[in-house]
């Protein structure tokens, strides 16, 4: 399969199918290592003019490590026969094995970005806003209630630069 570049505007996938269903892998490079795991909760759409995603990650997430000490990251789309590599990237932590060796993921890299060559979608993107969650935020108290202790998420806001699709 060969890959094209497109712009986002062309994009004409669901994003809440992308995200929710087929979920990201969500990768950080930081001095020559790099590190992923699944996310299910974000979003595409404009902000400030441009194109972006929105992600959340838990700060008890080694990739985050990766994110923060970076300009950009990456989000990648798998074909479904990489499910059980996804729940792989979601339930192992970085911190005690390679996962992105051990999954035999073909590595590429743009602009200190690490992607993957299996991926079908890839957005390479940019750091633009990073902010902690945080309980007085909650309207709606009983989101707060389900889903949190102590361990918020940091909601990231990041340029898509770059959308690459398999063909």
Known sequence: MAVKEISPFDFNESPF???GKDWLLVTGEYEGKSNGMTASWGGLGIMWGKPVAYIFIRPTRYTKEFVDKADGLSLSVF???YRKMMNYFGTVSGRDEDKIKKAGLTVLHDNGRTYFDEARVTMLCRKLYAQPLASE???????????YKDDYHTMYVVEIEKL???E
């Open 164 to 166: 690459l699709v398999k």
């Open 137 to 147: 935020f909650f309207i709606d108290k009983s989101c707060d209630e389900k889903w």
């Open 79 to 81: 074909p479904e026969e």
């Open 17 to 19: 199918r992308v995200i």
